[in-house]
């Protein structure tokens, strides 16, 4: 029995070594390597199934059937990543660094990474919010790429990162708060971008190595970081000593997360050789002697505008109804307060009757009570500029738009009018101009705020802002071109001339807005509800990748048009937005790519008008859902890729929204739709004939 035992043992062996690889992994590989557009540099690797870790693919590392580590650094490898990454659940170490992998880094990043390096690659954008979610990350490069803007304050949860290279960018702004957080970061390599402001938030952090070199920083360099491994030169670093702290702040390097700007000043501040102080220092006593100006001038506003309120009767009855001239007495009483280290209540009192004094404090007693009400302290807004998207002058995309002439209009929404807009240079540009009825009132002097937010969302299957105009009470918004027009046209605008998508080509788009949404909805925080996803909103580069407009602009989305057909039961009832109606109108989006119908389509008999009403109830019909097909397929199409189209279809379109899929769900569903698809050669058209492979892949 033993023998055979271990017979049985030896043959089993290899397998329970060298495993299959996860299915999931190999998917994931599969992609990344049709991205790289199959680079022989990678041996052993392939587009399509394999076995990573029986096969050793170089690079590739793994622990049992789990791909644990991939490194790719210096291979000379070209293309993207792809966006599948994320189903990597057991890979510690990514490293792609010093490749040619350009355009934006993807989010879709495998999520449990302690290593990741992405340095040297001509990446652009900024960093994706993926990263921010990643607790066990130790190290982090994304050194000499092209990465702009001002860094998003996501850091809080990364705790573990002890190295941070985010030197040889293009970053400006501040140091995001959320930097205090580090609280295990021993290197971090700021040098060569364009940040601002002071390094104050680095202050409390465990640093040994920091180089801040050539940006635009200012104040003073905290003490605490003055005995550490410190590169500053090529700043705007303040002279001379700095400022007291204020009162109330622990002495520097007393721990926590105070931070407070201090320089080279000497530690004692003025106290006896053993470094004790007696008495209140030279801070509090500034502290208190603001205090007592302040709460001055706030006494002697409000007894003033007393004063003036009772005068305001006879002002009233005058012939001159003209603002009377402010007295002399209390604007030199007034400088008085101001002159002075302790308030006297009597100089407060006028030639008038009335007390003016202040009555005592009763801390039982509102604001209000006391009269504080008369003059509400209200924060004025401050609208900052978007940091990615170029301000354009009225004037400019005149030029542009030939006036925004009919020639040049593209589209026409609820929010206004697409106009095509071509630049001296020949920089060809689409230019929303937003119409007045949808950005009136308060909304308009939220414009800027709206767009810096569009301005941040950044996804390769989403239309890229690129500018903004707000002047003249015009409001316009300026995004990428893109010569294929939308989803829409190629469905329902076909001619003779008009080739048809084909099957594999309508899989692709389907997938590539699901990621879309998904980051809209999973990825960004806050979450990002869309509110109008429709085949219009949807444009197709020359490749037919699919790239969702209209994202960010839903607080300018007006009530549903229920004769639309995109709206879910919930909106056209209540006019209640979720992500869940989110995933409603991409369902009958999807329902458009299989059958080539409008959602909604009032040429047709009453009972097939609505789309959903009439196709639901036969989406797992098969033989129903032949006949349901877009006759422009010709009958090209895999059987089970159809069906399961289907499927993922029903889902979405369920009357009730908590039946309905996440978007994550739904971009998984599709995946596997396209990774098991067995596609006949009856599919192969003149759009496979140029993309090759990558058909399927966003």
Request: include cysteine; charge should be negative; hydrophobic fraction near 35%.
């Amino acid at each position: 029995m033993a023998p055979l035992l271990f017979f049985i043992f030896l043959l089993l062996a290899p397998n329970s070594i060298n495993g299959y690889t996860d299915p999931s992994d190999v998917s994931a590989l599969n992609a990344m390597y049709q991205n790289l557009n199959s680079p022989g540099q990678l041996t052993k690797w392939s587009s399509t199934a394999g076995d990573p870790c029986a096969d050793n693919w170089k690079g590739v590392t793994c622990s049992a059937s789990r791909v644990t580590q991939i490194n790719l650094s210096s291979l000379g490898v070209a293309g993207g990543i792809g966006f599948q990454l994320s189903s990597l659940t057991s890979v510690t170490d990514f490293d792609v660094s010093n490749n040619y992998l350009g355009n934006q880094i993807p989010y879709s990043l495998p999520p449990n990474l302690q290593r990741l390096n992405l340095a040297g690659c001509g990446y652009s954008g900024s960093l994706p919010y993926s990263i921010s979610q990643m607790t066990s990350l130790k190290f982090l490069n994304v050194a000499r790429n092209q990465l702009s803007g001002q860094l998003p304050d996501m850091f809080g949860q990364l705790s573990a990162l002890n190295t941070m290279d985010l030197s040889s960018n293009l970053f400006t702004g501040d140091l995001p708060e959320s930097f205090s957080l580090l609280s295990s970061a021993t290197d971090m390599y700021l040098q060569n971008n364009q940040f601002t402001g002071t390094i104050d938030v680095l202050a409390n952090l465990p640093l040994k190595n920091l180089n801040v070199a050539n940006n635009k920083f200012t104040g003073w360099v905290p003490s605490q970081l003055n005995n550490i491994n410190l590169q500053k030169d090529g700043n705007s670093w303040n002279s001379g000593p700095a400022p007291p702290p204020p009162p109330g702040t622990p002495a520097a390097g007393g721990g926590g997360r105070n931070r407070q700007p201090s320089g080279n000043s000497p530690s004692t501040n003025g106290s006896g050789g053993d470094g004790k102080k007696s008495g209140v220092g030279g801070g509090a006593i500034a502290g208190i002697v603001i205090s007592i100006l302040v709460v001055g001038a706030i006494i002697a506003f409000v007894l003033l505008k007393k004063r003036y309120k009772k005068s305001s009767t006879d002002i009233e009855k005058s012939e001159d109804h003209s603002f009377p001239p402010v007295a002399p007495q209390p604007v030199e009483e007034m400088k008085a307060v101001q002159a002075s280290s302790t308030v006297n209540t009597k100089t407060f009192e006028t030639e008038d009757a009335i007390d003016l004094k202040p009555p005592p404090f009763d801390h039982h007693k509102s604001f209000d009570d006391d009269g504080f009400s008369a003059i509400p302290i209200v924060p004025k807004k401050v609208h900052v500029a978007p940091p990615d998207a170029t301000s354009y002058s009225v004037a400019d995309l005149q030029i542009a738009t030939n006036s925004f002439s009919a020639d040049n209009l593209i589209g026409e929404g609820s929010t206004g009018r697409v106009f095509r807009a071509e630049f001296e240079d020949g920089k060809v540009v689409a230019v929303k101009k937003i119409i007045s009825s949808a950005l009136s009132g308060a909304m308009s002097d939220d414009f800027i705020d709206m767009v810096s937010d569009v301005s941040r969302l950044r996804h390769p299957n989403i239309t890229e802002l690129i500018g903004y105009c707000s002047e003249h009470g015009q409001h316009l918004l300026v995004y990428e071109f893109f010569k294929n027009g939308s989803l829409y046209d190629f469905l329902h605008l076909t001619d003779e001339y008009s080739k048809p998508l084909i099957w594999n080509t309508r899989v692709k788009i389907a997938l590539g807005a699901a990621r879309a949404l998904e980051y809209l909805h999973e990825v960004c925080s806050p979450s990002v509800i869309h509110r109008n996803i429709k085949s219009t909103n949807i444009l197709l580069d020359l490749e037919l990748n699919p790239h969702l407009s209209e994202c960010g602009l839903a607080s300018l989305v007006s009530d549903a048009d229920q004769a639309s057909g995109y709206s879910a039961p919930e909106v056209s009832m209540s006019g209640q937005y979720t992500i869940k109606s989110d995933v409603y109108s991409f369902g009958v989006t999807m329902l458009e790519l299989l059958t080539g119908r409008k959602p909604f389509d009032s040429s047709r008999t009453r009972a097939e008008q609505s789309l959903v009403r009439w196709a639901a109830p036969q989406l797992h019909d098969m033989d129903a859902l032949a006949k349901m097909v877009d006759p422009a397929l010709k009958g090209l199409y895999p059987v089970k890729s159809l069906s399961r189209f289907a499927d993922v279809i029903a889902l979405c379109v369920q009357p009730e929204p908590e039946f309905r899929p996440a978007m994550s769900e739904v971009v998984e569903a599709l995946v596997r739709l396209v990774q098991r698809a067995n596609m006949s050669k009856r599919t192969v058209g003149i759009e496979q004939g140029r993309s090759g492979n990558q058909e399927f892949m966003s």
